[in-house]
């Protein structure tokens, strides 16, 4: 089996769905000897802030000298992206050792009638294998949707339950309030459990603190006046939070900084267990921690920045954050996935517009460039099918004193991205 061939096989799992509930994930975990009950792991759930404060945390363990794994997804650029260990991707002769040997296991699951397992199930499944071989110290663990039955939480225990911020995305699945989606986010918290919680709306806080009361798990909320705030700008920020003060970071937003301290918080509640980090590591693992992606400035004059909002909250917290930056127009290139709150996301991003180009994102969910366009009420909107016709021609128009904002998918973002360091850059910077 080549590389090609072993993502063909896990990207045509896609066939099977995707199944809420954790048997068939057990199932198959058992099948393999539950590796998952061998690791340490560090749980993150919630709607927006997962990857970022996932990264806050693995980064400030790393730098305490642990061997950290991290899960995420989805990835960006590269599918090995999901699974890394201090901040290396798996190589991809590793994923095929992986997926020749998760092969037969599902092949004899199945013929001995359980159900085929989900393409999450099985990169899930893959990765707590690996990590589990890899003798890792720690394992960051993204939840991949909601949390009460995303494979991720097939696992029996966590050292820390995370939850960031809570707000309305996959309302299809996960509900329609924010107390039945802060229901399904807090299916991560384990009995006994100890839990971190960002500072939540007042109908998902109630929903929270109900379900650490009856698995009597020990709840910490971060508090927002603990933050403060000292310096913003498009290359650094700087604050305080609690006895750690000046303290810098380099992952741009206000957002951020409050991901941040939700990070300190969950590695401070490590040190009951007995496990050495001291100031210097959370200052220093705060400070290297990068997250593609998230207000990336590719390029300043013109500014060039990627962000992957892609839910009301994430574009409000988008909006927010162009104040940090000083530019005369904004070209929009915005591209969406019809199972968003499209319209919603539109009418708070498009009035900071001067252009918009709408595109299609890679994508069998994606609006078609001249769909979204149509959705748009305002002059200077072009629609441009083609990914990088759009870029190149957003690029084109912009003058030094311009931003080119890309944004509304990840999907179209990771692609940006790539297309950015490997070719734009090259011809237009």
Same mark, same amino acid.
């Not at 048997?23 to 919630?46: C, T, W």
């Not at 912009?398 to 360091?421: H, N, P, Q, T, W």
């Given at each position: 089996?080549?590389? %090609? /061939?072993?993502?063909?096989?896990?990207?045509?799992?896609?066939?099977?769905?995707?199944?809420?509930?954790? /048997?068939?994930?057990?199932?198959?975990?058992?099948?393999?000897?539950?590796?998952?009950?061998?690791?340490?792991?560090?749980?993150?759930?919630?709607?927006?802030?997962?990857?970022?404060?996932?990264?806050?945390?693995?980064?400030i363990l790393q730098q305490a000298g642990y061997k950290?794994?991290? =899960?995420?997804?989805?990835?960006?650029?590269? #599918?090995?992206?999901?699974? *890394?260990?201090?901040?290396?991707?798996?190589?991809?002769?590793?994923?095929? !050792?992986?997926? /020749? =040997?998760?092969? $037969?296991?599902?092949?004899?699951?199945?013929?001995?009638?359980?159900?085929? $397992?989900? %393409?999450?199930?099985?990169?899930?499944?893959?990765?707590?294998?690996?990590? !589990?071989?890899?003798? @890792?110290?720690? &394992?960051?663990?993204?939840?991949?949707?909601?949390?009460? #039955?995303?494979?991720?939480?097939?696992?029996?225990?966590?050292?820390?339950?995370?939850?960031?911020?809570?707000?309305?995305?996959?309302?299809?699945?996960?509900?329609?309030?924010?107390?039945?989606?802060?229901?399904?986010?807090?299916?991560?918290?384990?009995?006994?459990?100890?839990?971190?919680?960002?500072?939540?709306?007042?109908?998902?806080?109630?929903?929270?603190?109900?379900?650490?009361?009856?698995?009597?798990? !020990?709840?910490?909320?971060?508090?927002?006046?603990?933050?403060?705030?000292?310096?913003?700008? $498009?290359?650094?920020?700087? #604050?305080? =939070?609690?006895?750690?003060?000046?303290?810098?970071?380099?992952?741009?937003?206000?957002? +951020?900084?409050?991901?941040?301290?939700?990070?300190?918080?969950?590695?401070?509640?490590?040190?009951?267990?007995?496990?050495?980090?001291?100031?210097?590591?959370? *200052?220093?693992?705060?400070?290297?921690?990068?997250?593609?992606?998230?207000?990336? @400035?590719?390029?300043?004059?013109?500014?060039?920045?990627?962000?992957?909002?892609?839910?009301?909250?994430?574009?409000?917290?988008?909006?927010?954050?162009?104040?940090?930056?000083? =530019?005369?127009?904004?070209?929009? &290139?915005?591209?969406?996935?019809?199972?968003?709150?499209? +319209?919603?996301?539109?009418?708070?991003?498009?009035?900071?517009?001067?252009?918009?180009?709408?595109?299609?994102?890679?994508?069998?969910?994606?609006?078609?460039?001249?769909?979204?366009?149509?959705?748009?009420?305002? %002059?200077?909107?072009? $629609?441009?099918?083609?990914i990088e016709k759009a870029v190149k021609y957003a690029?084109?128009?912009?003058?030094?004193?311009?931003?080119?904002?890309?944004?509304?998918?990840?999907?179209?973002?990771?692609?940006?991205?790539?297309?950015?360091?490997?070719?734009?850059?090259?011809? !237009?910077?």
């Open positions: 089996m080549n590389y %090609e /061939e072993a993502i063909g096989y896990i990207h045509g799992i896609y066939k099977f769905g995707i199944k809420l509930g954790l /048997e068939n994930i057990r199932k198959l975990l058992d099948y393999m000897g539950n590796p998952q009950k061998s690791l340490k792991i560090i749980h993150v759930a919630g709607t927006n802030g997962k990857g970022s404060t996932s990264a806050f945390i693995s980064n950290v794994a991290l =899960y995420t997804s989805p990835y960006l650029e590269e #599918f090995e992206e999901r699974m *890394r260990i201090n901040g290396e991707n798996i190589s991809k002769e590793k994923l095929i !050792y992986y997926v /020749e =040997y998760i092969k $037969p296991i599902i092949s004899r699951m199945v013929e001995e009638g359980y159900n085929h $397992p989900t %393409e999450f199930e099985v990169v899930t499944a893959i990765a707590f294998k690996y990590f !589990y071989d890899e003798k @890792v110290d720690f &394992v960051v663990l993204e939840v991949g949707l909601g949390g009460r #039955f995303d494979a991720t939480n097939a696992i029996d225990s966590s050292l820390v339950s995370v939850i960031t911020t809570i707000d309305y995305d996959h309302t299809d699945r996960l509900g329609h309030t924010l107390g039945e989606i802060a229901y399904e986010k807090a299916g991560i918290i384990k009995q006994k459990g100890v839990v971190v919680s960002f500072y939540q709306q007042p109908e998902a806080m109630k929903v929270i603190i109900e379900a650490c009361e009856v698995r009597n798990a !020990y709840l910490t909320v971060l508090e927002k006046s603990n933050v403060i705030i000292k310096e913003q700008n $498009p290359d650094f920020q700087i #604050f305080d =939070y609690k006895k750690y003060k000046d303290l810098k970071i380099t992952l741009l937003g206000e957002h +951020q900084i409050y991901n941040a301290a939700l990070a300190i918080e969950s590695v401070e509640k490590l040190k009951m267990y007995g496990y050495e980090i001291t100031e210097k590591d959370i *200052r220093e693992g705060l400070y290297r921690a990068k997250w593609p992606g998230r207000l990336e @400035v590719m390029r300043k004059k013109p500014y060039v920045v990627i962000d992957g909002a892609h839910n009301p909250q994430g574009m409000t917290v988008l909006k927010e954050s162009l104040k940090l930056f000083k =530019y005369d127009k904004l070209i929009l &290139v915005i591209g969406m996935l019809k199972d968003k709150d499209t +319209q919603k996301m539109l009418d708070i991003i498009v009035p900071e517009a001067d252009m918009i180009i709408t595109t299609t994102p890679i994508s069998e969910r994606a609006y078609k460039a001249s769909e979204l366009a149509q959705k748009i009420d305002k %002059e200077n909107v072009i $629609p441009i099918e083609n690029l084109d128009i912009a003058k030094e004193e311009d931003m080119v904002l890309f944004c509304g998918s990840l999907y179209m973002i990771g692609y940006v991205r790539s297309m950015l360091k490997k070719v734009i850059i090259k011809t !237009y910077f």
